[in-house]
Protein backbone atom coordinates (compact mmCIF):
# COMPACT_ATOMS: atom_id res chain seq x y z
CA UNK A 1 0.00 0.00 0.00
CA UNK A 2 2.78 2.20 0.72
CA UNK A 3 4.32 1.92 -3.33
CA UNK A 4 0.69 3.15 -4.11
CA UNK A 5 0.76 6.13 -1.77
CA UNK A 6 4.35 7.10 -3.15
CA UNK A 7 3.32 6.80 -6.26
CA UNK A 8 0.23 8.92 -6.28
CA UNK A 9 2.34 11.91 -4.55
CA UNK A 10 4.89 11.41 -7.14
CA UNK A 11 2.19 11.82 -9.67
CA UNK A 12 0.34 14.97 -7.45
CA UNK A 13 3.84 17.01 -7.73
CA UNK A 14 4.48 16.53 -11.14
CA UNK A 15 0.96 17.74 -11.62
CA UNK A 16 1.68 20.55 -9.72
CA UNK A 17 5.28 21.32 -11.54
CA UNK A 18 3.86 20.87 -14.63
CA UNK A 19 1.04 23.92 -13.96
CA UNK A 20 3.62 25.96 -12.09
CA UNK A 21 5.68 25.68 -15.05
CA UNK A 22 3.10 26.64 -17.72
CA UNK A 23 1.60 29.00 -15.42
CA UNK A 24 4.98 31.01 -14.64
CA UNK A 25 7.60 30.43 -17.61
CA UNK A 26 5.52 29.14 -20.80
CA UNK A 27 2.13 31.07 -20.70
CA UNK A 28 2.56 33.84 -18.24
CA UNK A 29 -0.30 36.01 -17.36
CA UNK A 30 0.93 40.09 -17.49
CA UNK A 31 1.23 40.05 -13.75
CA UNK A 32 2.57 38.47 -10.93
CA UNK A 33 -0.01 38.82 -8.58
CA UNK A 34 -2.08 37.78 -10.65
CA UNK A 35 0.17 34.43 -12.06
CA UNK A 36 0.16 33.44 -8.57
CA UNK A 37 -3.71 33.94 -7.61
CA UNK A 38 -4.14 31.77 -10.56
CA UNK A 39 -1.97 29.18 -10.00
CA UNK A 40 -3.35 28.90 -6.92
CA UNK A 41 -6.75 28.40 -7.94
CA UNK A 42 -5.42 25.53 -10.33
CA UNK A 43 -3.64 23.32 -7.75
CA UNK A 44 -6.73 24.52 -4.96
CA UNK A 45 -8.01 20.99 -5.85
CA UNK A 46 -5.21 18.72 -5.14
CA UNK A 47 -4.28 20.49 -1.98
CA UNK A 48 -7.65 19.94 -0.05
CA UNK A 49 -7.63 16.72 -1.24
CA UNK A 50 -3.88 15.99 0.24
CA UNK A 51 -4.40 15.86 3.93
CA UNK A 52 -6.89 13.09 3.68
CA UNK A 53 -4.62 11.75 0.83
CA UNK A 54 -1.76 11.94 2.84
CA UNK A 55 -3.45 9.77 5.71
CA UNK A 56 -3.84 6.97 3.51
CA UNK A 57 -7.56 7.14 3.77
CA UNK A 58 -9.90 6.20 1.42
CA UNK A 59 -12.35 9.57 0.78
CA UNK A 60 -9.14 11.51 0.23
CA UNK A 61 -7.90 9.00 -2.86
CA UNK A 62 -11.07 9.13 -3.95
CA UNK A 63 -11.12 12.73 -4.40
CA UNK A 64 -7.70 12.68 -5.80
CA UNK A 65 -9.15 10.52 -8.37
CA UNK A 66 -11.97 12.80 -8.89
CA UNK A 67 -9.81 15.35 -9.35
CA UNK A 68 -7.51 14.07 -11.79
CA UNK A 69 -10.17 14.32 -14.63
CA UNK A 70 -10.39 17.74 -13.94
CA UNK A 71 -6.39 17.73 -15.11
CA UNK A 72 -7.23 15.38 -17.73
CA UNK A 73 -9.68 17.55 -19.50
CA UNK A 74 -7.58 20.61 -19.00
CA UNK A 75 -4.34 18.51 -20.53
CA UNK A 76 -6.83 17.62 -23.86
CA UNK A 77 -7.25 21.41 -23.92
CA UNK A 78 -3.68 22.21 -24.33
CA UNK A 79 -2.78 18.87 -26.83
CA UNK A 80 -4.85 20.47 -29.41
CA UNK A 81 -2.82 23.80 -28.99
CA UNK A 82 0.36 23.66 -30.99
CA UNK A 83 2.40 25.50 -28.46
CA UNK A 84 1.22 23.47 -25.42
CA UNK A 85 1.33 20.15 -27.04
CA UNK A 86 4.17 18.31 -25.10
CA UNK A 87 2.84 20.27 -21.86
CA UNK A 88 -0.38 19.28 -22.64
CA UNK A 89 0.61 15.60 -23.28
CA UNK A 90 3.11 15.05 -19.73
CA UNK A 91 -0.56 16.99 -18.17
CA UNK A 92 -2.69 14.02 -19.80
CA UNK A 93 0.09 11.42 -18.64
CA UNK A 94 0.00 12.46 -15.13
CA UNK A 95 -3.45 12.75 -14.72
CA UNK A 96 -4.21 9.24 -15.94
CA UNK A 97 -1.38 8.22 -13.87
CA UNK A 98 -3.13 9.82 -11.06
CA UNK A 99 -6.60 8.32 -11.72
CA UNK A 100 -5.06 5.25 -12.52
CA UNK A 101 -3.17 4.71 -9.09
CA UNK A 102 -5.94 6.12 -7.27
CA UNK A 103 -8.21 4.28 -8.71
CA UNK A 104 -6.36 0.91 -7.46
CA UNK A 105 -5.20 2.17 -4.17
CA UNK A 106 -8.89 2.66 -3.25
CA UNK A 107 -9.68 -0.66 -4.47
CA UNK A 108 -6.97 -2.58 -2.43
CA UNK A 109 -8.11 -0.21 0.39
CA UNK A 110 -11.98 -1.45 0.12
CA UNK A 111 -10.86 -4.97 -0.07
CA UNK A 112 -8.31 -4.80 2.85
CA UNK A 113 -11.16 -3.22 4.98
CA UNK A 114 -13.43 -5.96 3.97
CA UNK A 115 -11.04 -8.52 4.73
CA UNK A 116 -10.61 -6.62 8.51
CA UNK A 117 -14.13 -6.87 8.65
CA UNK A 118 -14.46 -10.68 7.89
CA UNK A 119 -11.55 -11.24 10.32
CA UNK A 120 -12.71 -9.25 13.09
CA UNK A 121 -15.98 -10.91 12.84
CA UNK A 122 -14.93 -14.32 13.18
CA UNK A 123 -12.70 -13.58 16.15
CA UNK A 124 -15.68 -12.64 18.47
Sequence with gaps: MQGWLFLTFIMVGSLIGITGLRQFFIDPLPTTTLNAVWFFIQVLPLLLCLP???????KGMFFLCL???LYFIHGVLNVFDPALFYWGAAELFFALGLCGITALYVRKLREFNAANEIEESADR
Design 52 to 58: SALRGQL
Design 67 to 69: VST
